[in-house]
C-alpha cells in the first residue's frame, strides 16, 4: 500500500519505464524470505529458494525481464488454465460449465471433501480434481493423442516447443496417490470421460512441462490478445475461450485466496507449486513470475508481492 496506483484506464507507460519497474519489483522483493519451498512432491524440495525471475509480455510482443527469468521449472497447476482453454475451445463453453464447473470451492486444491459436498462435482477446472476432469475431456482416441494435443497447445501458447521434466513427471507419478484417488472418486460419480489412471497419467505429464518466467508471461500474454500469441501472432484458442479462461482465473486461480487475491492485485491469475504465476492484463499484456517460497495456500510469496507492485504501477488493476 505504499506504492503509487496509477488509473487503468491509462495504456501501458513507455517501455523504458516498464523496464525500470520490473527491475525495481525484483529489487524490492528478492530479499523477502517468508515462506517455504514445496516438498509434497520430493523433487521440488531441491529448487534453489533463491530463484526469483520476473518478466512481463504486452500484447505488442514487447518483453521485459530481470533475474532468473531463463530458469526452467515445472508448470505445475498454471497447466491448468491453458489446458482448459484447448479443451474449452474444442468442446465449448456450455460443456465445460455443466460437466466440470465455473465455481470456487473454497478449498484446498487437492480436497477430497469438496468434491463429495458437491455431489461429485469437481467444481471447477483449476484444482485438482477438475483439472483431471478437464484434461480427461481433451479429444483424441488415445492417451498419446491426447498428450500430444496438449503439449503442442501449450507450447503454442509460449510460442515454442516445450519438454517434458522426465524427473519431476517420476517423482511426481510415484507420490500421486491422492490425485489418484480423486480420479477414482470423480469415475464413482460417472464424471471422468475416460479411465482414471490414464487421466491422472495425462495431467502429471501435463504438470510436468518445463517452462520459464518469460514463456508464462507469452503464455498469460496470448490471454490478454484474445487468444492470439503477440510474438508468433498464431491464433491459439478463439476470444470467447480466453475470456472464459480469464473469468475462470478471476474466481478460482488462486484457490481459496483467490478473492484475497482479486481484492488487492485486481487481475487473472494463476500459481502453481513449483513457484510460478501468471498474472493476465485483459487487453494489456501479462507478469509471469517464479519464486518457489510458498504461502500455505501453494502461492508464491515473492510472486504475489511483485505481481501486486507491478499491478499498481503498471496501472493494470481491472476495478
Ligand atoms: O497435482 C498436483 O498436486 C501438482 N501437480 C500441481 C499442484 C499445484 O501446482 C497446486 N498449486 N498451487
Not at 460419480?189 to 507469452?218: G, H, N, W
Not at 502453481?272 to 499484456?285: D, E, F, T, Y
Request: a negative charge; hydrophobic letters at 45%.
Amino acid at each position: 500500500n505504499d506504492v503509487p496506483q496509477l488509473s487503468f484506464t491509462g495504456a501501458l507507460p513507455q517501455d523504458a519505464r516498464i523496464d525500470q519497474l520490473v527491475a525495481e519489483a525484483h529489487a524490492r522483493y528478492a530479499g523477502h524470505d517468508d515462506g517455504v519451498v514445496a516438498d509434497y512432491i520430493p523433487i521440488l524440495a531441491e529448487a534453489d529458494p533463491a530463484w526469483f525471475g520476473l518478466s512481463v509480455v504486452d500484447v505488442d510482443g514487447g518483453a521485459h525481464a530481470v533475474g532468473d527469468v531463463g530458469v526452467a521449472f515445472s508448470i505445475q497447476s498454471i497447466s491448468k488454465a491453458f489446458v482448459f482453454a484447448l479443451a474449452a475451445d474444442e468442446i465449448g463453453h456450455d460443456t465445460i460449465r455443466e460437466t466440470v464447473g465455473v465455481n470456487n470451492t473454497g478449498l484446498a486444491f487437492n480436497s477430497v471433501v469438496a468434491v463429495e459436498l458437491n455431489d461429485g462435482s469437481p467444481m471447477n477446472p483449476m484444482v485438482n480434481a477438475g483439472a483431471i476432469a478437464t484434461t480427461a475431456l481433451v479429444p483424441g482416441a488415445h492417451a498419446d493423442e491426447r498428450w500430444q494435443r496438449i503439449r503442442d497447445g501449450l507450447s503454442r501458447f509460449a510460442g515454442r516447443p516445450l519438454a517434458l521434466d522426465g524427473e519431476v513427471y517420476r517423482s511426481e507419478s510415484f507420490t500421486n496417490h491422492r490425485n489418484h484417488a480423486l480420479a477414482r472418486l470423480l469415475q464413482s460419480y460417472d464424471r471422468l470421460a475416460i479411465a482414471p489412471d490414464e487421466a491422472v497419467d495425462i495431467y502429471t505429464r501435463q504438470c510436468s512441462l518445463a517452462v520459464t518466467a518469460q514463456d508464462l508471461a507469452t503464455m498469460g500474454a496470448t490471454l490478454a490478445d484474445g487468444g492470439v500469441n503477440p510474438l508468433t501472432g498464431e491464433r491459439v484458442v478463439s476470444a470467447q475461450t480466453a475470456r472464459d479462461t480469464l473469468a475462470l482465473l478471476a474466481s478460482c486461480g488462486m484457490y481459496e485466496r483467490s478473492g484475497e487475491w482479486l481484492f488487492e492485485i485486481g487481475l487473472p491469475a494463476k500459481s502453481g507449486v513449483s513457484g510460478g504465476i501468471v498474472a493476465i492484463a485483459p487487453g494489456k499484456g501479462a507478469i509471469g513470475a517464479f519464486s518457489p517460497r510458498l504461502d500455505e495456500a501453494g502461492n508464491s510469496v515473492r510472486g504475489q508481492r511483485a505481481c501486486a507492485f507491478l499491478s499498481r504501477t503498471l496501472g493494470l488493476n481491472l476495478f
